[in-house]
């Protein structure tokens, strides 16, 4: 006869089952992710200060950090669409389009480099590309510089922001404050909520999929603080993908380090708010996060994920989604009659 001792022991020994196998899951995650901190990270060689963050957030919004005064970094890193543009690839100066697709701005302090080559080692260093790239900005140093020596209320920003120097408006200062701004842009999730110890922060669906994220052998690339951004590998490491998603011309870190083996290799996407920054890969060509999901498991893993399978990743994807900090959108100084015209051709 089962009675109700009986079945008070078995649900307890079954509570206790799931309690023990919630903490083994979480005990390995632990050793391939890590939570987002509670505070800003300590830049290298440049001390965040709210008089910089100030700064960097008014420079980040500004359009005539641009040579024609459209484009501001803001433009294809939006706020509003998660930290990039949800194109396929950018458009810039002159309407060009870019070669490939925005990477999002959000959390990617922790990236180990920026850009999908790797070729910015920092985000002060990244700050500094699209501002000259032709195809983006389309601007030079000097006249960013002349810009921002045009109006005194920027003048009076970079004093604050670098005391003691005599002279800081400098393009070095410029990309530091950007850098200050842009690590202030964290976002944590119900997925740090969860690797901090809190139980009900993700829900059965989604610890089904990070179980199988770690199980297929998704965290081998896609680890640490990002789930990302922090190493190199082929795209097509088991099988390649077609040119139209693996565009031929595109020979990824190869331009960067000139290396045989570096064709076609690209820093892991972190992703973190992976499901707001449609389309994906560097190509931008895929829009669907579940498809994207089973393209890398065929190309990267060797695995034909089954419409389940992929469902459950991205059940488990999603809770990387985090809180936005809030943006409120900067008043910025008003040009002077000695502030650069806008330039280029904007077709």
């Not at 089962?2 to 022991?9: A, E, S, Y």
């Not at 000259?132 to 030079?140: C, R």
């Not at 393009?171 to 950007?178: E, H, L, Q, R, S």
């Not at 008043?331 to 330039?343: F, I, S």
Request: glycine share 8%; net charge negative.
């Amino acid at each position: 006869m089962i009675t109700l001792k009986h079945i008070l022991i078995t649900s307890t020994a079954l509570i206790a089952g799931q309690a023990a196998v919630a903490s083994e899951l979480r005990e390995t995650a632990l050793d391939l992710f890590k939570p987002l901190p509670s505070t800003i990270p300590a830049l290298a060689d440049n001390p965040v200060t709210p008089e910089k963050i100030d700064l960097g957030k008014a420079l980040f919004f500004d359009p005539r950090m641009s040579a024609s005064g459209v484009f501001s970094c803001n433009s294809c890193h939006n706020l509003a669409t998660g930290g990039d543009d949800n194109m396929p690839t950018s458009i810039g100066h002159g309407w060009q389009k870019g070669p490939r697709n925005s990477p999002t701005v959000l959390n990617a302090v922790f990236n180990e480099a920026q850009f999908w080559d790797g070729r910015a080692v920092d985000l002060a260093a990244q700050a500094k590309g699209p501002v000259q790239a032709g195809v983006e900005m389309a601007n030079t140093p000097d006249n960013v510089i002349a810009t921002l020596n045009s109006m005194s209320q920027y003048r009076d920003w970079f004093q604050a922001s670098f005391p003691g120097q005599a002279d800081p408006v400098t393009f070095d200062n410029f990309a530091k404050a950007i850098e200050a701004y842009e690590a202030t842009l964290i976002t944590p999730a119900p997925f740090d909520a969860w690797l901090n110890g809190d139980d009900n922060a993700l829900d059965a669906a989604e610890l089904a999929g990070l179980e199988l994220f770690i199980d297929k052998g998704c965290a081998a690339c896609h680890n640490g603080v990002n789930l990302g951004g922090n190493g190199y590998y082929p795209f097509g490491l088991i099988e390649k993908p077609g040119a139209d998603i693996l565009p031929e011309g595109d020979k990824g870190r190869f331009a960067v380090t000139e290396t045989a083996d570096d064709e076609y290799v690209f820093r892991a996407s972190p992703l973190r708010n992976i499901d707001q920054t449609a389309p994906y890969f560097h190509s931008g060509k895929v829009w669907d996060l579940k498809v994207a999901v089973q393209i890398m498991g065929e190309s990267q893993l060797g695995e034909d994920l089954s419409d389940a399978e992929a469902d459950k990743i991205v059940a488990f994807l999603n809770s990387l989604t985090g809180q936005m900090p809030q943006v409120v959108y900067p008043v910025l100084p008003a040009e002077t009659a000695a502030t650069p015209r806008p330039t280029g051709e904007v077709k």
